[in-house]
């Protein structure tokens, strides 16, 4: 069993109707490359300007280079952030 979160706010903002459609295609378009890649390592890679540790996702695919996923807390790098792992129901 997968440790969860309450995710009860994050799922109701999450149910289609709050996301404006362009950042619904935007979002899918960007997460989107990944499909296909596996994460072969975690790092936390450190962060002088923000004095913290970003989880790092080193991944890779058959046919491509190796990438680096950094988990930020904002679009603009302002410190390391969370992920919310669960099941897929």
């Not at 706010?9 to 619904?24: L, P």
């Not at 296909?36 to 046919?63: H, L, Q, R, W």
């Amino acid at each position: 069993m997968i440790f969860v979160p309450n995710l009860e706010y994050c799922n109701n903002r999450m149910k289609g109707d709050v996301m404006q459609e362009t950042e619904k295609m935007w979002g899918t378009k960007y997460y989107g490359q990944l499909k296909g890649f596996a994460i072969s390592n975690v790092e936390f890679v450190y962060c002088d300007s923000t004095d913290s540790y970003f989880p790092t996702f080193v991944m890779k695919k058959k046919g491509y280079e190796t990438i680096k996923v950094e988990v930020s807390r904002d679009e603009e790098g302002n410190g390391g952030g969370f992920l919310f792992i669960s099941e897929n129901k």
